[in-house]
T-cell receptor, first 109, second 117 residues
Framework: EDQVTQSPEALRLQEGESSSLNCSYTVSGLRGLFWYRQDPGKGPEFLFTLYSAGEEKEKERLKATLTKKESFLHITAPKPEDSATYLCALYSSASKIIFGSGTRLSIRP | GAVVSQHPSWVICKSGTSVKIECRSLDFQATTMFWYRQFPKQSLMLMATSNEGSKATYEQGVEKDKFLINHASLTLSTLTVTSAHPEDSSFYIC?????????????FGPGTRLTVL
C-alpha cells in the first residue's frame, strides 16, 4: 500500500536555527514527490518536485533531497516568515496523490 | 509558477441546498485536475480525479452522487456538493496537473471554504 509519513508533527525553532523535516514513503511506482508550503486558510503553495533518488533542489533557504525511502526538506537559517505547515505528497505511477499529515513549523524571532 | 483559481473563495448555505465550486487553470491546460477536502488541522484528503472529457474517478468512501464532478474543458473543472449537510462543511481545494517535457507538477487553487448551516 502506498503510504506517506511526515515527522515531526510540529517543530519550533529559533530564528537562524537550521533543521530538517522528514517525509518517509512506500510506493509501488514513484512518479514524483512534491513538497508544499501551506499557510492557514490557504491552498498549498508549490515548492519542489523530486523525481528520482539522489535528486536535490534548492530554493532560497530550502533544500529538498530524495532517497528511495524518504525525502528531507532542509531549512537553513530560517526566518519567522518561514513559519507554515510543510506538506509532502506522493505522486504514484497510478496517478494517485497521497499527502502526508504535514509538519507545523514555527520560527521564533 | 502556474496559476489555479477557485470560485467562490467561501460560501455559506442552508442544509439541503446544492453548491457549485469552480476550479480554473488560468495560464495552462490541464487534462487532469484533482479535488481534495481538508478538515481543520488535518492534511488534504483526495476525493476524486477529474479527467477532461471523461468521468471522474472517485476515492473509496466518496459518494459520487453527492459530489458531482464535471471537467468540461481543459481549463475548468467543477465540483457540485448536492444536498449539502453540516458534515459537508470543509475546506475544498483543487489542483491541476501541469505536465511538460521536463516536469510533472501539481498546482493548487486557493481553496473554497464551505459552511453548511
Amino acid at each position: 500500500e502506498d503510504q506517506v509519513t511526515q515527522s515531526p508533527e510540529a517543530l519550533r525553532l529559533q530564528e537562524g536555527e537550521s533543521s530538517s523535516l522528514n517525509c518517509s514513503y512506500t510506493v509501488s511506482g514513484l512518479r514524483g514527490l512534491f513538497w508544499y508550503r501551506q499557510d492557514p486558510g490557504k491552498g498549498p503553495e508549490f515548492l519542489f518536485t523530486l523525481y528520482s533518488a539522489g535528486e536535490e533542489k534548492e530554493k532560497e533557504r530550502l533544500k529538498a533531497t530524495l532517497t528511495k525511502k524518504e525525502s528531507f526538506l532542509h531549512i537553513t537559517a530560517p526566518k519567522p516568515e518561514d513559519s507554515a505547515t510543510y506538506l509532502c505528497a506522493l505522486y504514484s505511477s497510478a496517478s494517485k496523490i497521497i499527502f502526508g499529515s504535514g509538519t507545523r513549523l514555527s520560527i521564533r524571532p | 509558477g502556474a496559476v489555479v483559481s477557485q470560485h467562490p473563495s467561501w460560501v455559506i448555505c442552508k442544509s439541503g441546498t446544492s453548491v457549485k465550486i469552480e476550479c480554473r487553470s488560468l495560464d495552462f491546460q490541464a487534462t487532469t485536475m484533482f479535488w481534495y477536502r481538508q478538515f481543520p488541522k488535518q492534511s488534504l484528503m483526495l476525493m476524486a480525479t477529474s479527467n477532461e472529457g471523461s468521468k471522474a474517478t472517485y476515492e473509496q468512501g466518496v459518494e459520487k452522487d453527492k459530489f458531482l464532478i464535471n471537467h468540461a474543458s481543459l481549463t475548468l473543472s467543477t465540483l457540485t456538493v448536492t444536498s449539502a449537510h453540516p458534515e459537508d462543511s470543509s475546506f475544498y481545494i483543487c489542483s491541476a496537473n501541469l505536465l511538460t517535457g521536463t516536469s510533472d507538477e501539481q498546482f493548487f487553487g486557493p481553496g473554497t471554504r464551505l459552511t453548511v448551516l
